[in-house]
Each structure stands twice: as C-alpha cells, then as structure tokens.
Nanobody, 124 residues
Framework: QVQLVESGGGLVQAEGSLRLSCAASGRTFSSYAMGWFRQAPGKEREFVAFISWSGGNKYYANSVKGRFTISRDNAKSTVYLQMDRLKPEDTAVYYC?????????????????WGQGTQVTVSS
C-alpha cells in the first residue's frame, strides 16, 4: 500500500531554517504529483506547496512564497520542503500528500494519500 512518512520537523527560532522530507513507498513515485499542507492548532488544514511528477511545475501558497522551496528526488522517492526565514505563524503540523491518480494535477481536495505529519514549532 502507499505510505508517506515525513521527517525533519522540530523547534527552531524565528528567521531559522528547517528541511522536511517525505519518503514515499508502495507505487511508482515518479508518476505522481506531491503536495505539502499544514495545520496549526485551532485552524483548518491549509495548502503550502505543490510539485508535479517530473518536478517541472511548482506552486506555493502566498504566505510561504519566496521563503519555502519544494523539490523532489525521484530516484530516492522523496519530496522535500526547504523552509527558510521561518516565522512563528509557520508553527503547525506539516503533512505531505499525494493524489490517487498518476500524471494528474490535483485540486487541493483531491489528495487521497497522507503522511502522519511532522511538528514544526517556530519560537519568537
């Protein structure tokens, strides 16, 4: 079955950096788009970043544009989220996700597979 496992979260001071990883297994990674989402306490889950199956297309939420970078290594079946200039409002549980359909550009509610999440806490 499809599994997504995030790692790399932790506690960091404002203006610091973290890199999240999400290792995928159970299907041909290079055929599927990937996304990162986050959920802060008391808030709804929100989209953070998207990358297409080849890595050639990316887009970001306005709140992270210019600070976060999504990338993927298809040989390692892993997607990354490099987070720079972190702010306290970036504190959340971060999830990677993937759609069920291959070679498909999903809308934000079309991600069928999710990881367990990794906590990111940014102190001021």
């Amino acid at each position: 079955q499809v599994q997504l496992v995030e790692s790399g979260g932790g506690l960091v001071q404002a203006e610091g950096s973290l890199r999240l990883s999400c290792a995928a297994s159970g299907r041909t990674f290079s055929s599927y788009a990937m996304g990162w989402f986050r959920q802060a306490p008391g808030k709804e889950r929100e989209f953070v970043a998207f990358i297409s199956w080849s890595g050639g297309n990316k887009y970001y939420a306005n709140s992270v544009k210019g600070r976060f970078t999504i990338s993927r290594d298809n040989a390692k079946s892993t997607v990354y989220l490099q987070m720079d200039r972190l702010k306290p409002e970036d504190t959340a549980v971060y999830y990677c996700a993937s759609p069920e359909r291959s070679f498909y550009w999903p809308s934000e509610d079309e991600y069928g597979y999710w990881g367990q999440g990794t906590q990111v806490t940014v102190s001021s």
